[in-house]
């Protein structure tokens, strides 16, 4: 693609009422839309009519802890959920987080793919592995498996799912009512596979979906994860503070896609940004430390303490964070660990000041300021090979999204930045990417 003709991405990231931790205790929301399915609707419609590629639903199997106290929760599971939003939008794309840690690929392909015809082609999947010893204590497990074993098993995992998205090829489905065929045999295919850790027979008992294969995206950023999106991934939501963390990001992403036989727009880097947006930059500051003063600090220095492997329950709130163990120590999210020690030091943050910022985006960029302000660093990013677009987080929800969809979206288009209307029907078009042929129609060509 062009220079003159490269186009942003904006996904949505849906996250009840806000993206700042204590959203739900600002005036300007409603915590009690968190179960309601007539919010995400409309959030979801909001994004569509601004011409978004997507919107995205994170998700986590552990249970809030206890210990913890006044706990986040999240009330709707992916499928739920963006099957719902399927049937009240027309164009956007719906992404939804499964894990491959805690999940069989045939369930997670069959879901999926049904997900992708119920949408007409717009289904996108995140994929995790899973950080924590809470969630693998759900599933039988004592402790989670080691960080290098989660990503071999969602490698294997996806080559799972994706021979049997492609079990039926495209022209497998006849229904010829009069001659009474309903599939043609030789187009379906037993994938009959065994590997380390799954073994599975196949076809799918769904045909192949609009798309062929849902969009995938993810979102680790540590070496095992840049490997595994280098390989696998089509999108990618990623996490850099600085314009030079994310130009090293972005262009080793692209490098490494490169080694492997790829091109480099066949993956699409997305930094996630809150846009805390105000008519002045002074308004919106002050709403990004209103917000920051409803933090309710227990929660959040455990929260962190879990992420860092270091107990700061009596840390002194005015003090930097204590010596922190080497990345390789930790068996959770190393980049966000990485990114949240890196914050710390390069900025000289007290624990009190990390635990604002990120209140806000837990790890992301919070960009208080003027929708001129937004946009100037949107195009900076876009244009200084930092990022193909953005996972837009809102701090407060409806608010936030209504503001940007109103102010920003227009001032990215008179920029000749941003669509004015969606080019094709499925997820796949709006990310411009290929429909992917079917791996047994290819080797029977």
Avoid: C
Avoid at 56 to 74: H, K, T, Y
Avoid at 193 to 205: A, K
Avoid at 216 to 236: I, K, N, P, T
Avoid at 340 to 364: F, K, P, S, W
């Amino acid at each position: 693609m062009s220079a003159p003709d490269r186009q942003l991405h904006l996904n949505l990231f849906l996250m009840g009422v806000g993206h700042h931790e204590a959203a739900w205790r600002h005036p300007r929301t409603n915590p009690e839309h968190l179960s309601s399915l007539a919010h995400f609707q409309r959030l979801a419609a909001t994004a569509e009519a601004a011409g978004f590629d997507s919107v995205f639903l994170a998700d986590g199997v552990e249970g809030p802890d206890p210990a913890r106290g006044n706990a986040w929760i999240s009330h709707f599971e992916p499928f739920t959920l963006l099957a719902a939003l399927a049937v009240s939008t027309e164009r956007i794309g719906l992404i939804g987080t499964v894990s491959t840690g805690f999940t069989e690929p045939y369930n997670l392909a069959r879901q999926f793919a049904s997900l992708d015809h119920l949408s007409n082609g717009r289904a996108g999947w995140n994929i995790v592995t899973s950080a924590g010893d809470r969630a693998a204590r759900n599933f039988n497990r004592t402790a989670n498996q080691e960080h290098a074993v989660r990503y071999q098993r969602a490698a294997e995992y996806l080559d799972v799912v994706e021979s049997l998205w492609d079990s039926w090829e495209d022209d497998a489905l006849v229904l010829d009512r009069a001659g009474g065929v309903l599939t043609d045999p030789s187009k379906l295919h037993e994938i009959n596979h065994r590997g380390e850790h799954f073994q599975v027979l196949g076809p799918l008992n769904i045909p192949r979906g609009p798309q062929g294969r849902p969009l995938l995206v993810q979102a680790g950023s540590s070496q095992d994860g840049r490997a595994f999106a280098a390989a696998h991934a089509e999108a990618v939501f990623t996490a850099q503070q600085t314009l030079d963390e994310g130009q090293e990001f972005y262009a080793d992403l692209k490098r490494r896609a490169a080694a492997l036989g790829r091109t480099p727009d066949s993956i699409v880097v997305l930094p996630g940004i809150v846009p805390v947006i105000g008519s002045t930059e002074a308004e919106a500051k002050a709403l990004d430390q209103e917000l920051d003063e409803l933090i309710n600090p227990a929660r959040a220095i455990a929260t962190l303490s879990t992420l860092l492997g270091v107990d700061l329950t009596d840390h002194p709130l005015d003090a930097p964070l204590p010596p922190l163990p080497p990345v390789s120590a930790i068996n959770g999210a190393k980049s966000r660990f990485e990114l949240v020690r890196d914050l710390a030091e390069r900025d000289g943050l007290t624990l009190r000041q990390l635990v604002g910022r990120l209140g806000g985006g837990r790890g992301h960029q919070v960009l208080p300021g003027t929708p001129e302000q937004i946009a100037d660093h949107i195009e900076h990013w876009f244009t200084h090979g930092a990022a193909d677009g953005f996972n837009v987080m809102p701090p407060i929800l409806p608010e936030g999204l209504d503001l940007f969809a109103e102010h920003v979206v227009p001032l990215l288009r008179e920029r000749g930045l941003f669509r004015h209307e969606y080019q094709g029907t499925t997820l796949r078009d709006h990310y411009g990417l290929a429909r992917p042929v079917n791996r047994y129609t290819a080797a029977t060509a």
